[in-house]
């Protein structure tokens, strides 16, 4: 398959190589937007040394980051002039637009990296805002923000990006998707149904043990097993998508359909909630019926695609 410029293995810089420069100090960075995640964000910045400024409509929250070295700045205007990288963390975009939008004039020249959750149309909206802006996700909760076990992921523009890739490596790995500033917002609603589709199955798992009287923490070992056997799945119905052919050569979607059943019927037989299971039955009894019975699971893709 042809990789074009967007997909991972284009990925221009990742944690690894930012995150081996733990040196103190660094660039002065604004952080605008102390909610639970905007906190912890000006907190990795400071625990790493760079120069913080930090504005908040609600002035109250950057006591504790006052306290630690920041400096608050008492508008959004000398907050922006403070620095030549400012991360932005609201609620959503139009709170963005709402704090940025009258000052433009104060981001000419200023590399805008907009953290906070949205859909890629709003990112590339909010990207109008200035010329170097650079859109991003973060896959991580506040507490793992400047640990390894965050990542965040980037796109927008390549050289304020390049610039700042060293400070922004500080909040966790950071992997740069390329100048489509939506693309990193796409990879992030994308892996977020990842996770509630995940989350769903195992809450609906434990619902259903915990009609025989198991508790959840006994089931999440096992549960926790079966998700890195099914990591392995997606590699490889990942490589069946991106080929376009879905041969069966673990099992049909027919034997799936199958078993299924058995889920949709025990859920109704212990009482809980037949939602979810019977979804995914008729998900793929729309992929049977689209001629892909003897197919792998991964032809299930023609359904979400609008196709089956
Ligand atoms: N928390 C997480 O685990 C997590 C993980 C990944 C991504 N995110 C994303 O990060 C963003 C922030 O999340 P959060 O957890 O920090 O939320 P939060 O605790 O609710 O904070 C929201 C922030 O937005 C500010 N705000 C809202 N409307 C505003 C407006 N019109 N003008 C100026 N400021 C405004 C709030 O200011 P006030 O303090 O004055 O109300 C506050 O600083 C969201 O997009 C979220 O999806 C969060």
């Known amino acids: 398959m042809t990789k074009t410029p967007n ?153 304020a990006f390049a610039q700042h890739r060293e400070a922004l490596g500080r909040l966790g790995k950071a992997t740069f998707f390329g100048e489509d500033p939506g693309l990193a917002s796409l990879y992030d609603v994308a892996l977020l149904g990842v996770m509630w589709g995940t989350l769903n199955a195992f809450l609906h798992g434990a619902a259903l043990l915990g009609a025989a009287k198991v508790d959840a923490s006994a089931f999440a070992p096992f549960a926790n097993q079966w998700v ?20 069966a050569e673990d099992a049909t979607l027919e034997t799936h359909l199958a078993t299924m059943k058995h889920l949709v019927r025990e859920s109704a037989a212990v009482g809980i909630d037949t939602d979810w299971p019977a979804r995914i039955q008729a998900l793929t009894e729309r992929a049977i019926g689209a001629g892909h019975a003897g197919a792998s699971y991964a032809a299930l893709v023609e359904v979400f695609r609008g196709r089956a």
Not at 131 to 140: C, K, P, R, S, T
Not at 233 to 245: E, H, L, N, V
């Open 228 to 247: 890195g056997s099914v990591t392995g799945f997606i590699s490889a119905y990942a490589d069946q998508i991106d080929r376009g052919a879905y041969p």
């Open 7 to 159: 997909t991972p293995n284009s990925v221009a810089t990742t944690a690894s190589d930012v995150a081996s420069n733990t040196a103190p100090g660094g660039e002065a960075v604004t952080v605008i937007g102390l909610g639970l995640m905007g906190r912890a964000l000006a907190g990795a910045f400071l625990d790493a040394g760079h120069p913080t400024t930090v504005w908040n409509r609600s002035a109250g929250k950057a006591d504790e980051l006052v306290a630690r070295g920041a400096t608050f700045a008492p508008s959004v205007a000398e907050a922006l002039r403070a620095s030549s990288l400012v991360v932005v963390c609201l609620s959503d975009a139009d709170a963005v637009r709402d704090a940025l939008g009258p000052h433009r004039a104060d981001l000419a020249g200023r590399t805008l990296v907009n953290l906070t959750s949205g859909t890629s149309d709003e990112a590339r909206a909010l990207a109008e805002l200035t010329g170097d802006y650079v859109d991003g996700a973060i896959m991580a909760i506040p507490e793992v923000i400047g640990t390894p076990d965050a990542f965040l992921l980037f796109s927008g523009a390549p050289d």
